[in-house]
């Protein structure tokens, strides 16, 4: 039988935006950014009480479908544990639909609370990094951003299906997936920009773009680079520019984001390692340099703002 949380029993989560990819680690790299969502929650009266101001807050349902609600409730049900009511506050500031992991944020935030108030409250099964980063990952179904939202810094991530050799679970069940991250001690001089549009895209269909099957020599030059990557996020930041080198997904994304193309092509053009963050159409930028000097007007000029942002820790809560 679940335990009952009391009434008054509350909690906290500052979670960070996150870029995925980083150029050639499609799914598999990813980074925490110093843009920050903070979301609250309390035990209440029966009932779900809910509101949300700063980014996309006109366009979230105010009922238990809203992403961090779910999120919460899962967290909850993972945990053993169940609530009257909950009174939840939701703080945006990570930009929707831009390639900033604000959906993965939303969903590690509520998450996040849960595990606080499932310890505030001294019941039920504490929730690990590695059961966020699970349980995140499967609404997202990927986990390069869930995990690097809860991990903070970089993070290489993968994922392993769950089903036996031969294919099917017991008893014909459909396996699940098994997701797993760990973090990559970023090299100190790596300085992270963003450069942030005001329109949006869709992952959906910006990942209906993608073929279903590449060339191998674009599968081999993927998978060198994103070794690579590693390597240069890692030891020696000097190789950003051809760790950054992709040829999965970017090109095949560029027609319904000339902008992002334009402003990724004219920074690499100057010797800066930028690249579509996660699938676009922000741009981010991995560099031990300066910028050219007039990378701020070029942004301007494309639509964009250029801002420098931390590599960010991971979730925090209280």
């Known amino acids: ?86 009174d939840v506050q939701c703080r945006n500031s990570i930009p929707h639909s831009r390639g900033l992991g604000s959906s993965a944020s939303a969903v590690v935030g509520g998450l996040a609370v849960a595990g606080g108030l499932v310890a505030a409250a001294g019941v039920g099964t504490p929730l690990s990094a590695e059961k966020l980063i699970q349980l995140a990952s499967e609404f997202e179904g990927h986990p390069d951003n869930a995990s690097a939202s809860v991990l903070g810094g970089a993070v290489v991530s993968w994922s392993e299906s769950a089903a036996p050799p031969g294919g099917a679970g017991a008893a014909g069940s459909t396996p699940g997936t098994d997701y797993f991250a760990r973090t990559l001690a970023v090299h100190p001089t790596i300085r992270a920009f963003t450069m942030v549009p005001q329109f949006e895209s869709s992952t959906a269909v910006t990942r209906g773009l993608l073929p279903d099957a590449v060339a191998r020599t674009d599968a081999v030059f993927n998978v060198s680079r994103a070794a690579l990557a590693v390597l240069a996020l890692t030891a020696e930041p000097e190789l950003l520019m051809a760790a950054t080198q992709d040829r999965l997904h970017q090109e095949y994304r560029a027609p319904v984001m000339p902008a992002t193309a334009s402003l990724v092509q004219w920074l690499r053009a100057r010797g800066v390692p930028a690249t579509v963050s996660g699938a676009g159409p922000t741009v981010l930028a991995l560099t031990a340099s300066e910028l050219p000097a007039q990378s701020r007007d070029k942004a301007a000029e494309l639509g964009f703002v250029l801002d420098e942002v931390e590599i960010a820790p991971g979730v925090v809560v209280h």
């Open 1 to 86: 039988m679940n335990s009952v949380l009391p009434v008054g029993v509350r909690a906290e989560a500052r979670v960070p935006a996150s870029s995925a990819n980083l150029g050639p680690g499609f799914d598999c790299l990813g980074i925490a950014l110093g843009i920050y969502d903070d979301i609250s929650a309390s035990v209440g009266e029966p009932g779900l009480r809910i509101s949300v101001s700063g980014e996309g807050a006109e366009g979230v349902p105010l009922d238990d479908a809203h992403l961090v609600v779910r999120a919460i409730n899962s967290g909850l049900q993972a945990a053993g544990v169940t609530v009257p009511g909950l």
